[in-house]
């Protein structure tokens, strides 16, 4: 089975920009997670999808935004870039069920500069 | 209050010693519990599970789980300097939007050739 793959891999961009990221998730699961780490703040939870809603979400401000397609596949935009969103950013893939379990993508390395 | 916590280390050990990760959570309603290790400048890739009470082996990594002490360990026999990485736990808490994923900030383990 394919892993979570995530692209673009690395990503340069301006402040005030805009950027768009993808993740597809492991065939067959349903909820795709998004997480945002840095040096400093560790792993910080951005959104949560399943079956195309977003059941949960983190504390980020509203530059921040993701949406599901049908097939799974998930997409996160953050918009008018400032130098602090320089970071990892990860999808998750989560196989729901009785056993419940969380796989990360090879994530996608964000810098603004 | 943290929902996980982790000593951040860094921890060190001898090649060929055991090394000893702990976590503590602090809601007894969790109810899953990962261990994902994190090799600087990856992802993070998950290692180990466990749901029940007790001691889950796999290979050279051992988790033990004690829901009445709130506390998870991962134990590493025979440490290899390719162990040498960031150590994440993470557990579930239910919620009515599904289960959602909490992760500690993780511990760095070195081990020394």
């Known amino acids: 089975k394919a892993g979570v793959t995530q692209t673009p891999r690395y990503l340069i961009k301006t402040r005030g920009q805009q950027v768009t990221l993808s993740c597809s998730p492991i065939s067959g699961h349903r909820s795709v997670s998004w997480y945002q780490q840095t040096p400093g703040q560790g792993l910080q939870f951005l959104f949560e999808?399943?079956?195309?809603?977003?059941?949960n979400k983190g504390n980020f401000p509203g530059r921040f935004s993701g949406r599901q397609f049908s097939n799974s596949r998930s997409e996160m935009n953050v918009s008018t870039l400032e130098l602090g969103d320089s970071a990892l950013y990860l999808c998750?893939?989560?196989?729901?069920?009785?056993?419940?379990?969380?796989?990360f993508g090879p994530g996608t390395r964000l810098l603004v500069l | 209050q943290k929902e996980v916590e982790q000593n951040s280390g860094p921890l060190s050990v001898p090649e060929g010693a055991i090394a000893s990760l702990n976590c503590t959570y602090s809601d007894r309603g969790s109810q899953s519990f990962f261990w994902y290790r994190q090799y600087s400048g990856k992802s993070p890739e998950l290692i180990m599970f466990i749901y029940s009470n007790g001691d889950k082996e796999d290979g050279r990594f051992t988790a033990q789980l004690n829901k009445a002490s709130q506390y998870v360990s991962l134990l590493i026999r025979d440490s290899q300097p390719s162990d040498s990485a960031t150590y994440l736990c993470a557990v579930t808490l239910p919620s009515n939007t599904g289960n959602q994923f909490y992760f500690g900030t993780g511990t760095s383990l070195t081990v020394i050739p």
């Open positions: 999808y399943f079956s195309e809603t977003q059941r």
């Open positions: 998750a893939s989560r196989r729901s069920g009785a056993q419940e379990t969380q796989y």
